[in-house]
């Protein structure tokens, strides 16, 4: 059974690069047919999807929201996936998760995500952005 990873720092500084590292046991990163995802949940808010990255072809997709301040990038010899969020602010400020699932939907560009979309999550982790 595929298991996800989330690990980063927990404090980040206003304008600065967030930057997070998802680690996959169980199962390669590079398995065709699986898309692996950033998603965040702000105070009070839904599950926002951010992006994906198929790593089979290495493509990309991002939140047309966060598309400007957001890279998604891959190391399979590590097995792992990572997220950078650049210029960051306090309304950045949630627990991000990392999941596997099928390919993106439109309809995540403007609604909440459901944890049901995807089949495998990280157990998530906190992220403050503060100076």
């Known amino acids: 059974q595929v298991q996800l990873q989330e690990s980063g720092p927990g404090l980040v500084n206003p304008s600065q690069t967030l930057s997070l590292t998802c680690t996959v046991s169980g199962g390669s990163i590079t398995t065709n047919g699986y898309y692996w995802n950033w998603i965040r949940q702000s105070p009070g808010k839904g599950l926002e999807w951010m992006g994906a990255i198929y790593s089979y072809t290495d493509t990309t997709y991002y939140s047309p929201s966060l598309r400007s301040r957001t890279a998604i990038s891959r190391d399979t010899s590590k097995n792992q996936f990572t997220l950078r969020l650049s210029s960051v602010t306090p309304e950045d400020t949630a627990v991000y998760y990392c999941?596997?699932?099928?390919?993106?939907?439109?309809?995540?560009?403007?609604?909440?995500?459901?944890?049901?979309?995807?089949?495998?999550w990280g157990q998530g982790t906190q992220v403050t952005v503060s100076s």
């Open positions: 999941a596997r699932g099928g390919p993106p939907r439109s309809s995540w560009y403007k609604e909440p995500v459901s944890r049901a979309d995807f089949g495998s």
